[in-house]
Antibody, heavy 120, light 106 residues
Framework: QVQLQESGPGLVKPSQTLSLTCTVSYGSISSTTHYWNWIRQPAGRGLEWIGR???????DFNPSLRSRVTMSLVTSKNQFSLELNSVTAADTAVYYC????????????WGQGTQVIVSS | DIQMTQSPSSVSASVGDRVTITCRAS??????LAWYQHIPGKAPKLLIYETSTLQSEVPSRFSGSGSGADFTLTISSLQPEDFATYFCQQALRFPYTFGQGTKVEI
């Protein structure tokens, strides 16, 4: 069964860049039949879709975050990554990675999430 | 953005109960609605997609229905492992958006 696991610093200073990696196991990130997504959930609030990347490098982002987000794939390591720059306390959240079939109607596998706190 | 409103925000239930959770979109989402189960500390799990298609290996006590902007997740007979938070998600257009979640508790 496909597994996804987020990793990265749990604490980031304001104005700096948040960087997270999602490692995919028992499934290939080189698949042309999936997109690779990032989603977050601030404490006490609902889930917010951040964006996605395909094998070709095509990205789609939430307009609310587009100016600050970068996503990339590292196929040799079966990983994909998220960078969010100029972070503030509002970016404090649990961050999830998730796989989406190219039908584009759902996320079939998720990671268990990683807490990121933005604080000095 | 398409707003997704779930109700109730929480429900108290017992093993064997029938539980119904609703999700209302701010517009017609043409059936592009998915349901997930989330147990704290674990990865969210896909239950149903495209309104009513049961994900592989999900028990048949879970079912989904609806059309237009109104959708329902039903658990026909609640089991101990079903106590969790459930949330809906629309996939009609970007940005994908989610309901606030419904906590099913004892």
């Amino acid at each position: 069964q496909v597994q996804l696991q987020e990793s990265g610093p749990g604490l980031v200073k304001p104005s700096q860049t948040l960087s997270l990696t999602c490692t995919v196991s028992y499934g290939s990130i080189s698949s042309t039949t999936h997109y690779w997504n990032w989603i977050r959930q601030p404490a006490g609030r609902g889930l917010e879709w951040i964006g996605r990347i395909s094998l070709s490098g095509t990205t789609d982002f939430n307009p609310s975050l587009r100016s600050r987000v970068t996503m990339s794939l590292v196929t040799s390591k079966n990983q994909f990554s998220l960078e969010l720059n100029s972070v503030t306390a509002a970016d404090t959240a649990v961050y999830y990675c998730a796989r989406e079939p190219t039908s584009g109607t759902h996320f079939d596998y998720w990671g268990q999430g990683t807490q990121v706190i933005v604080s000095s | 953005d398409i707003q997704m409103t779930q109700s109730p925000s929480s429900v108290s239930a017992s093993v064997g109960d029938r539980v119904t959770i609703t999700c209302r979109a701010s517009q017609d989402i043409r059936g592009f609605l998915a349901w997930y189960q989330h147990i704290p500390g674990k990865a969210p799990k896909l239950l149903i997609y495209e309104t009513s298609t049961l994900q592989s290996e999900v028990p048949s006590r879970f079912s989904g229905s609806g059309s237009g902007a109104d959708f329902t997740l039903t658990i026909s007979s609640l089991q101990p492992e079903d106590f969790a938070t459930y949330f809906c998600q629309q996939a009609l257009r970007f940005p994908y958006t989610f309901g606030q979640g419904t906590k099913v508790e004892i």
